[in-house]
């Protein structure tokens, strides 16, 4: 078993529909029981490590914690920043799926050559945002952006992206989504006619918690970090009042496909997301 522990999940079926689901997790709980007694800027710069996953995002709510408690103010050119690492995150973290796991789906082999190039081009941008140091520090860093290498990077990446198939902005009709062009195209052009994209099917509409109601029910449920019940969390969720994705629901069910719909919805908010936080920052 990996030192991380994992997650099992267990369907129980009758007449081949699922009648039952049972989830158990060996995952180490008391991880960050590693940050106990540490400085805060210790704690700061090991928090985005605890979390192999989205660990920019990690980085920016611990600073947000750390600087709301302290009473600490971050000027809008550090907030911007922020955003665009965690956009860029976001975006990176989507890519991987459209141009790896999903030709897998198809049975083709993955795009890892147009991966490697907009993963570089992100890092380009990010670098020509002109962090001075590691950037997890309270209150923010010392930037120096350099405007014409990061308007040049923003124009390099918007080219890739669209080649790809992203867009500035989702479509807004279920019909156009075989009209995009690139790899994310002919995802949904195979996947959107195939059975696969009724798959998963479910008569219950993804719900989500904020927050606040994690921190509740943390406090006032015995077990909940392990087993915090099925909540959805996710772009079915995230992007579910956009018109796209209420289309593909209404068409597909809350199944592979509605979830696909949603996945392409988040990424093309990511991207529209780093470009406009970058070109603040630039702009200051």
């Known amino acids: 078993m990996a030192a991380e522990g994992r997650i099992d999940v267990t369907l129980a079926l009758i007449d081949r529909r699922v009648s039952g689901v049972s989830i158990s997790s060996s995952r180490p709980l008391g991880v960050w029981s590693a940050l106990e007694g540490r ?16 660990s920019t995002a990690h980085g920016v709510a611990g600073l947000r914690a750390c600087e709301n408690a302290l009473g600490i103010e971050v000027d809008d050119a550090e907030l911007a920043a922020r955003e665009a690492l965690v956009a860029a995150e976001v975006l990176q973290n989507h890519l991987w799926f459209w141009l790896l796991t ?69 479509p807004p009709f279920f019909e156009h989504l075989t009209r995009i062009a690139g790899p994310i195209g002919d995802v949904f052009r195979t996947l959107l006619s195939a059975p696969v994209a009724k798959t998963g099917v479910t008569a219950v509409s993804g719900q989500t918690f904020d927050g606040a109601t994690v921190a509740a029910a ?26 796209l994705v209420r289309e593909a629901t209404r068409c597909l069910g809350h199944g592979v496909g509605a979830r696909l719909v949603a996945r392409y919805v988040e990424t093309c908010a990511a991207a529209e997301a780093l470009h406009h936080f970058a070109q603040n920052l630039q702009t200051r």
Request: with cysteine.
């Open 218 to 243: 943390l406090r006032a449920t015995p077990g909940f970090a392990a087993r915090p019940g099925p909540l959805e969390l996710g772009p079915l969720v995230t992007a579910r009042q956009h018109p």
């Open 102 to 170: 999903a030709p897998e789906l198809m049975g083709e082999p993955a795009r890892m050559t147009e991966l490697r190039q907009v993963r570089a081009l992100l890092a380009e941008v990010i670098a020509s945002m002109g962090s001075q140091g590691a950037w997890a520090r309270l209150g923010g860093v010392v930037r120096t952006p350099d405007a014409r290498r990061l308007e040049t990077s923003l124009g390099a990446l918007d080219s890739a992206l669209t080649s790809l198939g992203v867009a500035a902005a989702a």
């Open 39 to 54: 400085s805060v800027d210790d704690a700061l710069s090991l928090a985005p490590l605890m979390s192999s996953i989205c």
